[in-house]
């Protein structure tokens, strides 16, 4: 089984910058899509931003545009999410998510925190 594990998050004070990482381990295997999406305490998870790993097309979310941008590295069947210009109101827990036809996998999230 793919497991994908994030790295990367920490507490950060306002206008910082943090970088993520999410690796997938387990057998050879490498999603078509992968993507972040952040849970807020009290407040649904939602999507930040993706990336297909073939052709690396992003889509990445309005709310985080200029600030946020997603990448990969196919040889380490990694992908990242580089923050910058943190606001308190990214505070959350951020989940990798990947998925191929008929497969997919959430992470176990890394918690970021951005002090004001």
């Known amino acids: 089984q793919v497991q994908l594990v994030e790295s990367g998050g920490g507490l950060v004070q306002a206008g910082g910058s943090l970088r993520l990482s999410c690796a997938a381990s387990?057998?050879?295997?490498?999603?078509?899509?992968m993507g972040w999406y952040r849970q807020a305490p009290g407040k649904e998870r939602e999507f930040v931003a993706s990336?297909?790993?073939?052709?690396?097309?992003?889509y990445v979310e309005d709310s985080v545009k200029g600030r946020f941008a997603i990448s990969r590295d196919n040889a380490k069947n990694t992908v990242y999410l580089q923050m910058n210009s943190l606001k308190p109101e990214d505070t959350a827990i951020y989940y990798c998510?990947?998925?191929?036809?008929?497969?997919?996998?959430w992470g176990q999230g890394t918690q970021v925190t951005v002090s004001s």
């Open positions: 998510y990947g998925s191929s036809s008929g497969t997919s996998a």
């Open positions: 387990g057998r050879t295997f490498s999603y078509a899509y």
């Open positions: 990336i297909l790993m073939s052709g690396g097309g992003t």
